[in-house]
């Protein structure tokens, strides 16, 4: 009896599920009922259900080769020792094929709670996600404990599925494309990639993400999915699959791979003699690759003129692919410069970089270098900065569409590959989408390596990705947000757009409550500062029952600092604040020599339209009689340029002020919440602007910012504003390198090496 109740529930629950479908998203989302699968060891899986009207029969068969068959994740450890890291070899073997005259189907049993999936009939696209996953809009409609509990119920669990025609952005924007590829030529193109994660990456990269390896191999997962987005892109005009064969993890650099300090053409020589001597020489050797990728956290350099240029992000020989010490190519990933300040390959971006040296690798010269291209614009732009270029241009596309007559190791496969096989052939647990799993706020995570940073604006994220955190300043272009990125409601980033896909029905107002996690308070802690009290960080987490939902959804602070009594911490004799200052001046000016590391420091006034400035340590300059708050130069060097949260800043009206999160605030000030004008908070990010690596002038050239962060010697501030002219992105032009070596004349395929040192 409880179980037909159930059943009679649930069919109930579909019912009313539909029609709140029907009301916001007319004819193209239906719920529907799918059988719950345990699908470990099954080969193959039936699966049979109707939806629009429309029975889908399915005959599944498991795909053994989601990234290669002969894909393995090696690991030179801090003793030297290469390994084998078999437990991550693979991921779990839970995505399935469908294959008929009436179509395709890739369905991933790997979640826990049902299965996706993409189903494609002739001119229909059908995308099919759990309910669970679709629906954390409508909390109140379905209950967890009820779903978990009723699991295992004949009907099965509730389906979202999604239609679309083929020429939706929807799901694949090329699908057409890659359907009449398949369909008009015998060939299909597939790059057989190795990654090297060198030693450098490594030790940027391992503390941020728990010192996991399974955790590195994910994120390098999402990267070449990137990177297989890009040449799955129309504007290519032919679908490039990436096949990843190698991963090779480096926790402490190899002997026989030296790297120079980051001298871009003695690494790419060594790369290549290192990558080359592990490479099986048959192209039909298993474990074979046609191309082998280096990615590095060395500011890669060249000596041009006799002058060091560090504009350069990677290198690559333009027509080696194929070629024996000359199919591979270096990239940039994780790099700040000596301020610790982000270039643009810092995070996700050098997705476009690593994709731009491959173009080269093909045999994609730069646009406008002896073409009729434009020199902006597009992947093979001779520079690269943190906006947009993220399509191919004609030129670019007229070599891709030659590739299958001059790269005949790009043709290695037994047999041409139909749409689903491309789909899914590798790292399709992104589905050329990484931005689904790969937040904007995870991406801006991964690019300032801080996991409180989050989300400035979603505007023009798909163009360049805005990001800041609250333990710097101002705030950083991460470059254009991965494809599938949510930029707005019903929208994400596609090849550099922000376009439209179908999106559950609103929120109710009561559920937004339920988005966040309760905060998790930290310790007390306090610098020990006379007339000061002790911080105490706390943050909550946006979450949902699948994961899904973006910190951006769920509205008020994710960060908050609060005051707490810090008598148990401070026993001894507290420190005045202008010897604390003075203390701090003395360590910045071993890394500032423009500071007076002899002079006292000093606590500026406070100043009500710039509540950051007596939080700020002011030092004396050794140039002019001032003093000046190295809030740019220190900003990501971990300096901390501020006095301590919890310092004592300010008294007005009988209320004492203390610093919280670099701004001097009434005690009483609760972030978030509506106060009198007087107590004003202003994130100053704006006046401060963009704060990524700049190649030629950066902030010393700045004099509206620097009079803007020095005060004299009574403590008043030269300049208490800047325009906010000084808040746009950088200019490309900054970024132009000759990031390529054209091949030797005399080399035509051959096994003998040439060496260039350059």
């Not at 941020?208 to 990137?226: C, P």
């Not at 679908?239 to 190698?246: C, F, Q, V």
């Not at 004799?573 to 002899?598: Q, V």
Request: net charge negative; hydrophobic share 35%.
């Amino acid at each position: 009896m409880k179980i037909m109740s159930s059943v009679l529930m649930r069919l109930i629950l579909v019912i009313l599920l539909n029609q709140v479908y029907a009301r916001n998203i007319p004819r193209d989302t239906e719920v529907i009922l799918l059988p719950v699968w345990n699908s470990k060891g099954a080969s193959e899986i039936p699966l049979t259900f109707k939806v629009f009207g429309q029975l889908i029969q399915l005959n599944l068969r498991r795909n053994d080769n989601i990234v290669s068959p002969q894909f393995q994740v090696w690991k030179h450890n801090a003793k030297s020792i290469t390994e084998e890291l078999s437990q991550l070899n693979a991921p779990d073997p839970c995505y399935y094929l469908h294959k008929s005259h009436e179509g395709s189907a890739a369905i991933s049993f790997c979640q826990e709670h049902g299965l996706h999936g993409l189903v494609f009939l002739e001119n229909v696209t059908l995308e099919i996600t759990p309910l669970r996953n679709d629906l954390a809009s409508l909390p109140l409609l379905i209950d967890d404990h009820y779903i978990k509990e009723e699991a295992s119920l004949p009907l099965g669990d509730p389906h979202v599925v999604k239609r679309s025609s083929s020429r939706s952005p929807f799901i694949d924007p090329d699908f057409e494309t890659k359907r009449r590829l398949i369909r008009d030529t015998k060939e299909n193109l597939t790059l057989e990639l190795a990654v090297f994660f060198d030693e450098a990456a490594y030790r940027l990269f391992s503390p941020f993400l728990d010192e996991d390896d399974e955790k590195i191999r994910d994120m390098l997962l999402a990267y070449v999915n990137g990177i297989q987005a890009l040449y799955h892109h129309p504007s290519l005009g032919v679908s490039i699959d990436i096949s990843l064969i190698r991963l090779d993890i480096i926790q402490r650099q190899p002997i026989d791979l030296p790297h120079f300090g980051g001298e871009r053409g003695s690494l790419l020589d060594s790369f290549c003699y290192y990558a080359n001597a592990r490479n099986p020489p048959e192209d039909s050797h298993f474990h074979h690759w046609d191309m082998g990728l280096y990615v590095t956290g060395l500011d890669l350099y060249a000596i041009e003129n006799g002058r060091k240029n560090g504009a350069t992000m990677g290198l690559a020989t333009v027509g080696g692919l194929c070629i024996p010490y000359y199919s591979c190519v270096i990239a940039e990933l994780g790099v700040t410069d000596q301020l610790g300040k982000p270039y643009p390959s810092a995070g996700f971006i050098s997705v476009y970089i690593a994709a731009h040296e491959i173009g080269h690798n093909l045999g994609m010269p730069h646009d406008s270098s002896g073409n009729a291209c434009p020199k902006d614009g597009y992947i093979m732009s001779p520079s690269r900065g943190v906006r947009g270029e993220t399509v191919w241009s004609d030129c670019s596309r007229e070599v891709a569409e030659m590739l299958s007559q001059t790269k005949h190791c790009l043709l290695d496969q037994p047999e041409p590959r139909n749409f689903s096989d491309a789909l899914a052939h590798n790292h399709s647990r992104y589905r050329d989408l990484p931005g689904k799993e790969w937040t904007a706020k995870r991406q801006c995570e991964l690019f300032l390596r801080d996991k409180d940073a989050n989300v400035v604006t979603l505007y023009q994220a798909c163009q360049s990705l805005q990001c800041k955190t609250p333990h710097r300043s101002g705030y950083y272009f991460a470059g254009p947000a991965l494809d599938g990125t949510r930029c707005a409601f019903g929208r994400e980033c596609r090849g550099g757009e922000c376009l439209s896909v179908p999106e559950p029905a609103p929120e109710s107002s009561d559920s937004q409550k339920d988005s966040w996690s309760e905060w998790k308070e930290g310790s007390c802690s306090s610098g020990c500062l006379q007339k000061s009290k002790g911080a105490r960080v706390r943050r909550r987490f946006c979450e949902n029952r699948n994961r899904l939902r973006m910190a951006r959804d769920c509205k008020g602070l994710y960060y908050d600092v609060i005051l707490c009594k810090d008598e148990k911490l401070c026993k001894k004799k507290r420190r005045t604040i202008d010897e604390f200052a003075t203390l701090k001046c003395g360590l910045f000016s071993e890394r500032l020599p423009k500071l007076d590391g002899t002079a006292k420091g000093l606590q500026a006034a406070h100043e009500a339209d710039m509540p950051w400035m007596a939080c700020a340590i002011f030092c004396r300059r050794k140039d002019i009689a001032a003093y000046y708050a190295s809030r740019v130069e220190l900003n990501d060097l971990g300096l901390d340029p501020y006095f301590p949260d919890g310092t004592w800043c300010h008294t007005e009206e009988g209320q004492d002020y203390f610093c919280r999160q670099h701004h001097c605030l009434p005690e009483n000030f609760r972030f978030g919440k509506k106060l009198p004008k007087i107590y004003r908070y202003e994130d100053d990010n704006e006046e401060l602007g963009p704060q990524n690596a700049q190649n030629r002038l950066g902030f010393a050239d700045r004099s509206s910012v620097i009079k803007y962060l020095t005060s004299g010697s009574d403590g008043i501030p030269l300049l208490t504003s800047v325009s906010r002219s000084i808040a746009s992105p950088f200019g490309e032009d900054e970024w132009i390198d000759k990031d390529y070596i054209e091949l030797p004349p005399s080399i035509s395929e051959s096994p003998y090496p040439i060496i260039n040192n350059y």
